[in-house]
């Protein structure tokens, strides 16, 4: 025969109502009712204290003796089998996320008793398990976006030195956590050692209380061992129970970004055909150059221009013309120092400026050797052409105006007196050649 509902008390609840009837932790104890093949049928309350009956939203003590079927209208299955095993097994169970309505959520802890009965101890989990579903609902969605975009996120820890990027597919699996602080980042060739300094800053800001940081970067995240440009967007929080800086945020391929800037920037500054500086690129950094100067220091302005060049364009035509424009330019590349300022005036006519020169008039002369030297070579490979020069040296004193001036009267001297030829004008002599 099953057991029949009762409403005793064990020894052992009656000694324990003191306590556990103020207890602020909810606590019942149930007695579990077997049909007649001994499996559990139903539970009945023998005990509650005051913390479960405002869990339950009942006066205090009303409960007792009420079977589940009777409270709750059925019985689950799963509480009721845990319920069954402490209580005949002797064996303790933990229920982490029991939600009888779904609205409600549950923490519950089962032990055993004695014969037939079972405790329980439950805490209320509703607002954290809300929180934490939130929580995984915004990752997922986090997730997602992150998918659909080229963001990558990630988070810094100062305490451990430790950098770990989110769950996005565009880190490579061995680069997704990466320890030893920014030494650490260079010696796994996530960035280079120049760019270091880049987030050494952005770390002193965010310490000195900035709210955020934003920077270019190129890293090597996706692997390939391709380095990429990279957004960074960064802010700084201080958790909560360890004290520790924190520093989180994302960072976004830009790499498109930046070539179409770059060929913007390249469009604006160069020359098309020639690709050396336009002439208002030219102007602005020799005049940038002259300002920038050292006291007492000279500088070198070289004009030149290409001896007979309509013919060349009349002979070859246009075509023909434009090859022999684009040798001569390389000529210049090759001639000049890569600190060296050379542009395209216009036509046929080219600058070259050199800033702060020690010993001037050595230079000039080597520069103008090279650059007919390289003629000549030119002129072998079937590029035959000449050129005249026009060489002022001159001082900060002198604006860009009166250099390009001086230079310009020194290419008509040269071309005065037979063409394929230089002169080189002195400010130190009054502008004479």
């Known amino acids: 025969m099953g ?35 001994g499996r559990p049928v139903d539970y009945c309350l023998v005990y509650h204290n005051r913390a479960y009956a405002r869990l339950a939203g009942l006066p205090y003590g009303t409960l007792n003796g ?24 002797g064996k303790e169970h933990v229920l982490k996320d029991y939600s009888p309505d779904q609205e409600k959520h549950f923490l519950i802890y089962l ?118 440009w990279y957004a960074v967007s960064s802010s700084a929080y201080v958790e909560q129970k360890t004290g520790q800086l924190r520093v989180v945020g994302y960072l976004r391929n830009v790499e498109q970004m930046i070539k179409a800037q770059a060929a913007l920037k390249k469009e604006a500054m160069y020359d098309p055909l020639v690709d050396l500086y336009n002439v208002k690129t030219g102007k602005e950094m020799v005049t940038e150059a002259l300002e920038n100067m050292e006291a007492g220091g000279e500088a070198i302005m070289f004009m030149m221009d290409i001896d007979n060049f309509k013919r060349i364009n009349d002979t070859y035509g246009h075509l023909k013309g434009d090859e022999y424009l684009k040798r001569f330019a390389a000529i210049l590349k090759h001639v000049f120092r890569k ?35 390289q003629l000549e070579q030119a002129g072998r490979e079937g590029f035959e052409m000449q050129c005249s020069t026009g060489i002022f040296i001159g001082s900060r004193q002198n604006p860009y105006s009166g250099f390009y001036k ?25 502008g004479q050649p």
């Open 111 to 228: 032990y055993p008793l004695e014969d037939s009965l079972c405790g329980c101890v439950l805490q209320d989990v509703t607002e954290n398990r809300r929180m934490e579903l939130k929580l995984i609902h915004e990752h997922e969605k986090r997730k997602t976006f992150l998918k659909a975009t080229t963001e990558i996120d990630f988070e810094y820890d100062f305490a451990t030195e430790t950098l770990a990027f989110g769950d996005g597919e565009r880190v490579s699996e061995k680069n997704r956590v990466i320890k030893g602080g920014l030494k650490g980042l260079v010696e796994n060739g996530i960035i280079r050692e120049k760019d270091r300094g880049r987030i050494e800053d952005a770390f002193e800001r965010l310490k000195a209380g900035n709210r955020a940081v934003e920077f270019n970067i190129q890293a090597c995240l996706e692997g390939g061992g391709e380095y990429r």
């Open 339 to 373: 600190s060296d300022i050379v542009y395209r005036m216009g036509g046929d006519e080219f600058i070259g400026f050199a800033a702060d020169v020690s010993q001037p008039d050595q230079a000039a002369e080597k520069i103008v050797e090279r650059l007919y030297g």
């Open 406 to 430: 001086m230079a310009d009267q020194a290419l008509y001297e040269a071309k005065r007196t037979g063409k394929n030829k230089y002169q080189i004008i002195w400010e130190k002599d009054g």
């Open 3 to 37: 057991k029949s509902p009762g409403r005793r008390k064990s020894k052992r609840v009656r000694d324990a109502d003191f306590y556990l009837e103020n207890m602020p932790i909810a606590f019942c104890a149930v007695e579990i009712l077997t049909g007649e093949d």
């Open 66 to 89: 009420k079977r589940g079927l009777e409270v709750r209208g059925h019985i689950d299955q799963e509480l009721l089998m845990c319920c069954y095993d402490s209580a005949f097994h």
